[in-house]
């Protein structure tokens, strides 16, 4: 009886259950496709063997072991199931269902049956696993299994037919026939040689699967070939041909119908050699000899011309470089939720490089862009090594191949200069394969066959100059592919010094290892210098745009913390104060640290630069800011033309970032400062915070040369820097002068003090010497010098103008003791024009107060009162005048004690017998402190 073959197909894949009948035997000589592959299968099939048929009618009976429910009782369940199983275990063909079903109950058989199925479902699960993509041929093979059983039926009864027929007719066919041992030797042979070429053909499909899967694709070619040439061999039914196995009483094709099925099994090799040797070009790790065989193995079996086989390797090595670039930018799903039958929102480049260090990102970029170069690289190297011809006017390593395969094999012309994987011959492939003792009786037209090539046609050789085109496309485009690849791996390195290192490290790369030629490993610098630039470029608008964006919200922050805010008030705006106050120093703890120590001498710099932590914090941000970008460009040092070209371009595209940088600087201290009409809007310290940012930004020295700007720009910056430094200062300036000629004429009523100034001028004198120290200018003492005598300036004549709407001066001599100090102070500060009305003024009160000329003030008591004062007047005094010459010794000092100064005392030493009088009146002090008055202040 025949059990077809049953196919289940399940949801994962089909699977094909064997009938345990057919031998494993047969199924493998029928069908022999991989010894390695098939030869696993006998275990899944004697496990389906192992199955019990169940089919048959099952009678039950009640077992006095159960509780009359078909299931056993507690005590002879454990007992039941281990005879159940060692009866079933030990022979399981000869168990009798009936007898089965009588002595153990229907849980233990079902329990048992559960068992069974999960051993198959097992076993078919291994055997899919096994079975894998070729099941289809193990189908083909079971076709054929019925089809050689039912030819080796009829077989055997032939030979049974034959076995009692000969004996019969052989003693009368030896008694009339007179014996021929040659010819009897030569049909001898002529078996030995058909069995000799069935032999070949039946075992060709093993050696070739044996051969693709060692990736020997042209013996494999070359195998099936030969087992054509020995097919044809054995189907000739030419009479008149001395070599044909008619003229031997042999008909194949009648007598040995398996030849053809096996040349069919045969001829199906033919796409799967050329399908998976087109499939290995794609490897890029392959050696130019391997590719060489594979591309012959196309030439050969497809007749495809050469340059066709070049098209073929090239659109494969395209569709590996592909592959590559898409590993490396695997797209991630947007987390979007969509609708069923929409379309998947647009997928985003996955990227890690955030979350990993510097040099492991520096790592990765470099590993991405060599696996690209040696694929690029690597593919126009083997095109070269195979197609191309060699300068001494030897021909390409394929077309020597092909000239070996035509050339005589007693000739040992050619053989030194071929590898050993392309020297092949019909005797060396078969003495290769593990049967190749039965392959001696083969005949010498088989055994010397080989390919036939047409040298001279068109087909069979390569125009250098199609080679040097094709090439020279290819490379183009996957130029441009690794271009823009290249471009957004760049991305991911943040700082100029990283990419420089992977340039310097590609150019290294290319110089050595690369194998292009000197126009392809320019072409390649080029797109390598090319994307470095556009990465440099981005990098430094991305940087100088951060710290735009940080400047403008750092002057913003520093603006509102001072609205609101006297000059007085706001301990950030003295700068005075804190020129005396030592910064802490690094206790003994801190001694070994050297951050403390570069922190303390960072407080000492800040304190000789006379900068306030609001403004230290705007200025040194952009200083270091600067100090990095000076960095980078230093590390970019020009070893070559090629870089020296590239840091000129970087330089073109760096100076008008970094001039617009300089530009918004001023554009935000502008906006920031405002209209001179809005005054009202900005207070004091605003003013004065702006006026010292903009005066900072313009004396910087160390912040314009970092910032490397060109020589026109600096100066603009400058010019721009300090217009608005001027221009505040006039704002603080007239500011300032408003405000205390308004207190001086509010306080000038309540002080009267005939033997001197007044206490009022002198708080204004005081409060304007005060504003000019809290501006903050002792580190330009020549500036400072210059706005206090414009001060001053500015004071006086405000000071003048407003004199007829308050009434001053009056003809009184404290008026006439304010118009000779100020005159003094005017006459110091070389305001000729000011002391000469100061002068006529005091002439008119002096003619009102005394009918004589006489004025009740003399320019002694003025300058001994200067003197007294002249420690809290300093800016407005000015620089100390030079002495006379005519009071000058031989060694150039003054020649009378009373014309010496000390070096604070500029404008002589006050006379010691006078008594001391205070410049100013003092607050009136509590009754606390009643025993500590002060000068005029105890008599009130």
């Known amino acids: 009886m025949e059990w077809p073959l049953r196919l289940c197909r399940t949801a994962n894949a089909d699977v094909l259950f064997i009938p345990c009948h057919v031998q494993l035997q047969d199924l493998v000589m029928a069908r022999r496709p991989s010894a390695t592959s098939i030869g696993s299968l006998a275990s899944p099939a004697a496990s389906l063997k192992a199955l019990p048929n169940l089919s048959q009618p099952v009678t ?82 079971s076709t054929s299994i019925i089809s050689i059983s039912r030819s080796s039926q009829r077989v055997v009864e032939a030979l049974e037919e034959m076995k009692t027929k000969i004996p019969e007719s052989e003693q009368a066919v030896t008694s009339n026939r007179p014996s021929l041992p040659k010819k009897d030797d030569d049909q001898l042979q002529a078996l030995q040689s058909l069995a000799t070429h069935m032999k070949l053909l039946l075992d060709a499909p093993e050696h070739i699967w044996r051969l693709l899967e060692r990736k020997k694709f042209f013996q494999a070619a070359w195998l099936f070939l030969l087992a054509r040439v020995v097919h044809r061999a054995l189907v000739r039914t030419d009479t008149d041909d001395e070599d044909s196995w008619i003229q031997y009483g042999v008909n194949v094709q009648e007598q ?12 199906q090799f033919r796409s799967q050699i050329t399908h998976k040797a087109t499939l290995s070009l794609r490897e890029n790790q392959s050696s130019s000899e391997d590719v060489c065989a594979t591309l012959l193995t196309l030439h050969l079996l497809d007749s495809r011309p050469l340059a066709e086989t070049l098209s073929t390797f090239l ?19 947007s987390s979007s939720k969509q609708g069923n039958g929409h379309a998947p929102g647009a997928p985003k480049l996955k990227s890690d490089a955030a979350s990993k260090p510097a040099k492991a990102v520096v790592r990765d970029v470099r590993q991405k862009m060599r696996t690209v170069l040696e694929a690029v690289s690597g593919t126009v190297t083997t095109a070269r090594d195979v197609f191309q011809a060699q300068d001494n006017g030897k021909p390409s390593l394929i077309s020597c191949v092909l000239g070996h395969i035509q050339s005589d094999p007693r000739s040992p012309s050619g053989v030194e200069i071929l590898p050993t994987e392309l020297f092949l011959t019909t005797q060396h492939l078969l003495s290769s394969l593990p049967s190749s003792t039965h392959f001696l009786s083969l005949p010498p037209n088989i055994k010397s066959y080989k390919p036939y090539v047409d040298l001279s046609s068109p087909s069979s050789t390569m125009n250098q100059a199609h080679l040097n085109h094709s090439l020279g496309k290819w490379f183009q485009k996957a130029l441009e ?82 609205k609101g805010s006297s000059e007085s008030s706001h301990p950030v705006l003295t700068g005075v104060d804190r020129i005396y106050e030592s910064p802490p120093i690094p206790g003994p703890s801190e001694s070994s640290d050297l951050t403390a120590f570069l922190k303390y001498k960072s407080a000492l710099q800040r304190q000789v630069a006379d900068r306030t932590p609001l403004l230290d914090e705007l200025v040194t941000g952009l200083e270091t800011f600067g100090a990095n970008m000076q960095g980078t460009r230093k590390g970019m040092k020009a070893n070559d033309d090629d870089t020296l070209k590239l840091i000129q371009l970087l330089m073109e595209e760096y100076h008008p970032t970094v001039e617009s940088f300089c530009n918004s600087l001023v554009d935000n201290l502008a906006s920031a400062c405002g209209e001179p009409a809005d005054d009202s809007a900005f207070t004091l310290p605003q003013i004065m915070f702006v006026g010292r940012l903009a005066d900072e930004l313009s004396t910087s020295a160390p912040l314009v040369a970092s910032l490397g700007c060109r020589t026109e720009a600096s100066q603009n910056f400058r010019e721009r820097t300090r217009k608005i430094h001027n221009g505040m200062i006039d704002r603080w300036k ?4 408003s405000d205390i000629v308004h207190r001086f004429h509010e306080d000038g009523s309540a002080s009267f003090s005939p033997s001197e100034p007044s206490s009022a001028l002198m708080q204004a004198l ?44 009056s003809e009184r001599v404290q008026s006439l003791w304010d118009l000779s100090f100020l005159s003094k102070l005017a006459a110091l500060r070389g305001f000729a024009d000011i002391a000469a009305s100061f002068k006529t003024k005091k002439n008119q ?20 009162y200067l003197s007294r004062s002249q420690l809290l007047l300093t800016p407005l005094l000015g620089p100390p ?11 150039g000092k003054g020649r009378d004690k009373a014309e010496k100064s000390t070096p604070l005392l500029h404008h002589g030493v006050p006379t010691a017998d006078q008594p001391f009088r205070l410049p100013m009146d003092v607050v009136k002090p509590s009754a606390r402190f009643g025993l500590l008055l002060v000068g005029s202040t105890a008599q009130r």
């Open 60 to 141: 039950l009976s009640v077992d006095p072991r159960t509780n009359g429910q078909g299931y056993p009782s507690p005590r002879s369940a454990a007992h039941s199931s281990r005879s159940l199983l060692g009866t079933l275990e030990n022979n399981v063909d000869d168990v009798d269902p009936d007898e089965l079903f009588t002595r153990h109950t229907v849980a233990e058989v079902k329990w048992y049956q559960q068992r069974l199925r999960a051993d198959a479902e097992a076993k078919q699960e291994e055997l899919r696993l096994m079975v894998g993509e070729r099941y289809r041929d193990l189908l083909q093979a």
């Open 256 to 267: 040995f119908p398996l030849v053809q099925r096996q040349w069919d099994t045969v001829a």
């Open 315 to 333: 659109a494969q090595r395209t569709r590996a470089l592909q592959t590559i670039l898409a590993a490396y930018q695997t797209p991630v799903q």
């Open 481 to 562: 592919h690794y271009q823009t690849v290249m471009e957004a791996w760049m991305a991911d390195l943040h700082t100029i010094r990283e990419v420089w290192k992977v340039r310097i490290w590609l150019r290294k790369w290319l110089d050595g290892s690369s194998g292009l030629d000197r126009l392809e490993n320019g072409q390649m610098k080029s797109a390598c210098d090319a994307v470095c630039l556009k990465r440099i470029t981005a990098l430094w608008k991305a940087s100088f745009g951060k710290a735009q964006e940080d400047f403008r919200e750092r002057l913003a922050t520093a603006l509102a913390t001072l």
């Open 734 to 737: 007239t500011w300032i002068v």
């Open 766 to 809: 005081f409060s304007l010497s005060t504003a000019i120290l809290n501006l903050g200018m002792s580190h330009q003492p020549e500036a400072r010098d210059r706005l206090a005598g414009e001060c001053l300036r500015a004071f006086v004549l405000r000071l003048r103008e407003s004199s007829q709407e308050h009434g001053w001066p």
């Open 845 to 864: 009160i002096s003619k009102a107060i005394h009918t004589s000329h006489k004025s009740p003030v003399t320019d002694e008591e003025v300058s001994e």
């Open 881 to 891: 005048l030079p002495c006379p010459p005519h009071l000058l010794d031989a060694k």
